[in-house]
């Protein structure tokens, strides 16, 4: 589950590896970037790069998207709605509002 914040641009590298072992060390590892537009409110999953044996060839997110001003239980944040989005390594463009 990812959740977005809203209020201004956001970015980040997802990193992920085999997670058992040192092959990260060799290369063996990928990174997705995320860039959140505040302006048009929309999240780009960037093309991932690299790969190891055992990755995920489609990943399922769940986007949460948090306006900045919505006051969030923090009890229950865990069963907020969201949209599914299915990652397939390609760049993918979603429009949260």
Same mark, same amino acid.
């Given at each position: 589950m990812?959740?977005?914040?809203? @209020?201004?641009?956001?970015?980040? /590298?997802? $990193? =992920?590896?085999? %997670?058992?072992? #040192?092959? $990260? =060390? &060799? %290369?063996? #590892?990928?990174?997705?970037?995320?860039? $959140?537009?505040?302006?048009? &409110?929309?999240? /780009?999953? %960037? =093309?991932?790069? @690299?790969?190891? =044996?055992?990755?995920?060839?489609?990943r399922r997110f769940k986007v949460v998207y948090r306006h900045p001003d919505l006051k969030v239980d923090a009890l229950n944040i865990d069963e907020a709605d969201g949209r599914i989005v299915n990652y397939t390594g390609k760049k993918l463009k979603i429009k949260l509002k």
């Open positions: 990812l959740h977005l914040y809203g @209020g201004k641009n956001r970015r980040f /590298t997802l $990193y =992920e590896d085999e %997670g058992t072992n #040192y092959n $990260y =060390e &060799q %290369g063996k #590892y990928a990174t997705i970037p995320f860039l $959140y537009d505040d302006k048009t &409110q929309t999240l /780009t999953i %960037g =093309e991932r790069s @690299g790969s190891f =044996e055992g990755m995920l060839k489609v």
